[in-house]
């Protein structure tokens, strides 16, 4: 074993610990200070999934979308922040902590880069992937964040179209990772679908979920707090056929334990 | 005729979309928890034709199996729908002068270009599950000869070489295949050898059938005595190039929706700001 192995594992401990810390702070008084600890946590996460890359490289591990997704979430975060919506930033920040603990505890079983993951294709899946699970993470809490405002007119306005767009960017992005997986699925196993795997069948079940959302605007009954209640009943359908699939038992971090 | 007029209705309606696209999320989740609890079942459909499946596992199984029945049936229902919905949207669509920027009428096409590409991504699976010809496990040892099932093409392995990796970085790695090159050489009836290169990942097409990798060996530096092989997937998917264009044609069609939707989105926040 490479002795870098176990910082992979303690990098990523170390950055979920810091998105909770920031979450907390943001969530208190000091928003400020916490989207900066968030920035801090970001580099954390991501040098962990560098250095994971680099112990794996030209070849992937499986189940790391959990480890990538904090990430994702967090730079979105910083998005919103940076595009006026502070709160919706804290939201996020919140919900990248709990996706960041989740990871952190319970990580799948340890396995090693396989030679099929070989190809280009499959790490611009992985990163299509988490990308487009990001953007409906996102959409879910800033469609929560739309049902609890609705008496603020203002707040209202900032955030109808916002849950709105998030699905849209995280339709196509997914929709295009699907692409990418079934051609690497053709190139490596001689079929664009392989039945090996009951995630295939969750996959398919949020697009197609979300794929029902982007037909709402037809339904002239759906109005926007409708839509709104869709889009955060997506949450749970993400963590439980898309998150839950890849995490593993619960693991006591070794320092902890 | 009323009877037809309102079928028509019915199958163009959006509340039928929606409610066609969530009973798929209901059964597909039905389906991840059916196919987790027996997976042995499913697995068979990598090597055989949707119709010997159905016979041999599907019906047997029907306790475990039935939300894939449920998920063909909505399917074609889902497709039934997409159809007329699309005819009906793009004949409005038509009729329809263009308002305003060329562009953006031209872009009101983009979700029906991804429903047509939708349809032939479905068609062509259906294609590939009725007509392709799958075969698994075909072993060739190194410097022997085999026929192409159901074809007169001669297939010999002629070399297998590695590139092994060696150094610290991937420690658990060292000595193992990085990449291969498996040499195969095809002869077609009356035609002269083809020398091609097959690798993971990297599969060949020869004489409509495509070859791919499944197994090999030698994979390792240190490995025990035994006679290369390579084990071969041989696959004529009469559905696949067709699968890949409407991939193709969903993806521009997607593009060109996001492209609709931001322009959408500048032009009412510009319509905001200056009333």
């Given at each position: 074993m490479n002795p870098l192995t176990p910082?992979?594992?303690?990098?990523?401990?170390?950055?979920?610990?810091?998105?909770?810390?920031?979450?907390?702070?943001?969530?208190?008084?000091?928003?400020?200070?916490?989207?900066?600890?968030?920035?801090?946590?970001?580099?954390?996460?991501?040098?962990?999934?560098?250095?994971?890359?680099?112990?794996?490289?030209?070849?992937?591990?499986?189940?790391?979308?959990?480890?990538?997704?904090?990430?994702?979430?967090?730079?979105?975060?910083?998005?919103?922040?940076?595009?006026?919506?502070?709160?919706?930033?804290?939201?996020?920040?919140?919900?990248?902590?709990?996706?960041?603990?989740?990871?952190?505890?319970?990580?799948?079983?340890?396995?090693?880069?396989?030679?099929?993951?070989?190809?280009?294709?499959?790490?611009?899946?992985?990163?299509?992937?988490?990308?487009?699970?990001?953007?409906?993470?996102a959409a879910g809490a800033a469609a929560v964040m739309f049902l609890s405002h609705e008496q603020e007119t203002q707040d209202q306005d900032r955030t109808r179209p916002l849950f709105g767009r998030l699905i849209v960017w995280g339709f196509v992005v997914f929709t295009l990772s699907l692409f990418l997986a079934e051609t690497w699925s053709y190139l490596g196993w001689a079929s664009p679908v392989i039945w090996n795997n009951a995630t295939m069948t969750s996959t398919m079940a949020v697009w197609f979920y979300y794929g029902a959302f982007l037909h709402l605007y037809l339904l002239r009954s759906w109005p926007a707090r409708r839509r709104a209640w869709f889009a955060a009943a997506g949450v749970p359908l993400l963590v439980v056929f898309t998150l839950l699939p890849e995490t593993g038992g619960l693991q006591w971090p070794e320092w902890l334990s | 005729m009323r009877p037809l007029r309102a079928l028509w209705g019915f199958f163009g309606s959006a509340l039928l979309s929606i409610w066609l696209l969530l009973a798929l999320v209901v059964v597909l989740c039905c389906g991840y928890c059916l196919f987790e609890a027996q997976p042995l079942v499913y697995q068979p459909l990598n090597r055989l034709l949707l119709w010997d499946w159905i016979t041999s596992y599907g019906w047997t199984t029907l306790h475990n199996t039935w939300w894939f029945f449920a998920f063909i049936i909505l399917l074609g229902l889902l497709v039934l729908n997409t159809l007329v919905c699309t005819w009906q949207k793009v004949a409005a669509l038509l009729r329809r002068e263009a308002r305003g920027s060329r562009l953006d009428y031209v872009l009101r096409f983009s979700p029906h270009v991804m429903h047509l590409a939708f349809v032939v991504i479905l068609a062509s699976h259906l294609v590939t599950y009725v007509f392709g010809l799958n075969l698994q496990n075909n072993v060739v040892l190194l410097g022997r000869e085999i026929t192409i099932p159901g074809s007169e093409i001669r297939l010999k392995l002629a070399g297998i070489k590695s590139q092994f990796y060696q150094g610290t970085r991937l420690a658990f790695y060292n000595g193992r295949a990085l990449t291969q090159d498996i040499s195969l050489v095809l002869t077609e009836p009356g035609g002269r050898p083809v020398r091609k290169s097959l690798a993971y990942n990297s599969p060949i097409w020869f004489g409509g059938y495509s070859i791919h990798l499944k197994n090999y060996y030698p994979k390792a530096k240190r490995s025990m005595r035994r006679r290369p092989y390579a084990n071969l997937i041989i696959r004529r998917d009469p559905g696949v190039k067709t699968f890949f264009a409407g991939t193709l044609v969903f993806a521009v069609g997607l593009l060109a929706y996001l492209w609709q939707a931001l322009r959408q989105y500048r032009q009412r926040a510009a319509r905001e700001a200056h009333p």
């Open positions: 910082y992979v594992g303690v990098l990523f401990q170390a950055a979920a610990l810091l998105y909770v810390l920031a979450a907390v702070l943001a969530l208190l008084r000091w928003p400020r200070l916490g989207l900066s600890l968030a920035g801090l946590a970001l580099a954390v996460n991501l040098a962990s999934l560098g250095l994971k890359l680099y112990l794996s490289w030209p070849m992937q591990s499986p189940y790391q979308e959990p480890f990538w997704l904090p990430a994702a979430m967090a730079l979105i975060a910083g998005g919103a922040h940076g595009r006026g919506h502070p709160f919706l930033a804290r939201i996020l920040l919140a919900l990248t902590a709990v996706l960041a603990v989740i990871a952190a505890l319970f990580p799948m079983d340890f396995y090693l880069p396989f030679p099929r993951s070989h190809t280009m294709v499959a790490h611009i899946f992985l990163v299509a992937s988490v990308a487009g699970k990001a953007c409906f993470y | -």
